[in-house]
């Protein structure tokens, strides 16, 4: 707790000598999505917020809070001491870090802890952390009890950007990355930039990956101030993040308001997926971080784009310059039998339909097409290109 | 709700005047959702039409059949030929019968079978059973592949009235029976009058118990006609039957039309459900069949009816010679420490909200209310009626 408090008194103290007030600093974005419509606020110190906040959405007074082994000692007492004053019951669920919570078992094991806890259908579920536990509390509560509501507090900036926006939970199989899961929406995003303050660099990297990624799709505005401002980002200076991360979350918000259920446009966030999801499948989910696999698989899919649907190479090279600047690794080396079953793995992927793998291709930095067939020659000289 | 009665008087006047065909005698309710609108169809020899009737709804080719032990000699070698005649490529999922199999290890080996059968978004499941196998592949349906379509082919009297309509689909966990689940809407339901030729005369009459409900809480004409009809319908007569599943089925769309989420009036189904649902638990599911639990919790909601919102004392008495005449339980005996048991289950009840028990009570035959708080003493007094 004391450590908890220095930390926070640190940061309102160096906040408070560039900013004038949090307020001030905070940015929000609404996803439209009729009645289940919701903000995402980015800023520093939200987290104390979570209760008042909560409170204000009229949610019921049981929740869990689910967490990871690596993000509770950092956050969790301050959640539930957020929660407890703003008069809730909370529960507090940990699960063992990385991408195996995201299992079956692991789903089954929180469903026991909200039953032991009584949480009842007007209580929700809190995901306090990365990706992994966004995704994983996401499908405990879009299931449990047939559906209850949740808040996402991201703590990483993968789950900031990306994973904590849109409504998409799941857990892996075996057989497949998210191959279980539904469409569930947050009743709130709190995306506090003091957690990011504790990622280590390859996570704070692995998130850029994302980042990059609205640009290439989206946003050739979005692109050209990363290519500048990068270097801040670097540092994580705040008022280069609050930006950023605001305008991310409002593409994938403008582009989730489109299409919810992925029947169209909310394909074009899969930019670099196919290839990087089975880079991910492949390696066991854990030698790559997920923005690092993206990675390696939105510079394939820019020779792709090259090949097929006119991407010129200058666009080819600040693309995979931007993310060598970013640190993240734009080739991999790959036995002949690992290419093998790579692309046996994109077989697997959720977006094939007709046994055909589809693909989103860029025509320029900033727009992209999706649900194209690519030819079985054009891949292997894309893979080639980045697994030499 | 006047339509309603029309269109269902105007199939059984020219149902009664004759019966040339098959056709002719298949009776057709439709389920009002929007874009997930879909048909319920009763007759004879449907399964036969199975893969015609996915083709017309224009389905993906692949498919997952889930059926259980007992269903899969009667029946799973006709749905496979019938998809097959269609065009569709079936991969048949065989889990064990009973209660047990709503868990999440057989949703975890179904999902490990689509995976291997390499299901994509298109593909769809087909429900081949009763209850059990409703609720868990439609929860499999709802959650693979973050959802895909599902057509339901109930084989028994309760699947067809009951859990087959209405997109409630789920598993149970230790702590309480379907507190892990979706709503999740078939595309088709397939009720197959043939299908309850096979079925034991015990498993009938436990389906008897949510037809009775039907009349209690929505139709006192239909209620009447079973005083009168109940002969007919114990002997399986098909016209008889097929005008009751309809009806009963017709009720139930109804009522999930005007709320699919079960915020209001879906609760009136829950009828005779929150002592019926104590009681399976505390027997550990599988002593009472669900139409046995809800007929004793439907005598007890009666007790609690006629002491809190005036049902008369006539209505009552109707009430319990209807379920004793089909054959189903209307007390049982239990000890003090199992009543005990029965009241705290009944406590961590989906339809527990602010720690209160909420019951569904009838103000006459064909009429209840809802989300009524019910006092201990009077709890206790109605459970001294049916657990002498």
């Known amino acids: 707790m ?58 019921g ?5 689910i967490t990871d082994e690596t993000v509770a000692p950092l956050f969790a007492e301050q959640a539930v001491v957020a ?52 995704d994983l509390a996401g499908f405990v509560a879009s299931t449990y009890l047939r559906g209850m509501a949740f808040v996402q507090v991201p703590t990483t900036l993968l789950a900031q950007v990306d994973s904590s926006v849109g409504g998409k939970v799941g857990v892996n199989l ?18 506090d930039l003091d957690s990011l303050n504790t990622l280590p660099p390859r ?24 290519e500048r401002d990068l270097p801040k980002i670097l540092r994580r200076d705040p008022m280069a993040l609050a930006a950023t991360i605001a305008r991310c979350c409002a593409i ?8 919810e259920n992925e029947s169209g446009l909310r394909a074009i966030l899969n930019y670099g997926h196919t290839i990087g999801h089975a880079l991910e499948a492949i390696s066991g989910y854990g030698e790559y971080l997920h923005g690092e696999a993206i990675s390696m698989g939105q510079v394939a899919a820019s020779h792709l784009s090259a090949r097929l ?30 290419r093998e079953r790579l692309v046996a793995a994109m077989r697997l992927d959720k977006k094939v339909s007709g046994g055909q793998i589809k693909f989103v291709l860029a025509r320029r930095i900033g727009e992209v097409i999706w649900g194209q067939n690519v030819p079985e020659t054009a891949l292997q000289e894309a893979l080639d290109l980045v697994c030499p």
């Open 2 to 59: 004391v450590v908890l408090e220095e930390h926070l008194s640190f940061h309102t103290g160096s906040l408070q000598a560039s900013r004038p007030t949090y307020a001030g600093f905070m940015r929000s974005v609404r996803v439209s999505l009729g009645d289940r419509s919701y903000s995402i606020l980015v800023g520093p110190g939200l987290l104390s917020q979570l209760g008042d906040r909560c409170l204000a959405l009229g949610l």
């Open 61 to 65: 007074a049981r929740c869990g809070v």
């Open 83 to 134: 929660l407890r004053g703003a008069g809730f019951s909370p529960v507090l669920i940990r699960v063992p870090s990385g991408e195996t919570s995201k299992s079956l078992k692991v789903v089954g094991t929180c469903y026991d802890r909200l039953a032991a806890h009584r949480l009842e259908r007007k209580s929700f579920i809190v995901a306090l952390g990365g990706g992994v536990v966004g």
């Open 309 to 338: 649907v006119g991407l010129d190479s200058k666009s080819v090279e600040r693309i995979r310059n931007l993310f060598v600047a970013a640190g993240l690794p734009v080739s991999v080396s790959l036995t002949r039998r690992q």
């Open 174 to 191: 075996k057989a497949g990355k998210n191959l279980v899961g539904a469409f569930h929406q947050p009743k709130l995003v709190l995306c």
């Open 203 to 226: 996570e704070f990297q692995s998130g850029l990956g994302e980042v990059i990624k609205y640009g290439i799709i989206y946003d050739a505005g979005l692109f050209r101030r990363l």
């Open 252 to 259: 994938k918000a403008a582009v989730v308001s489109q299409d």
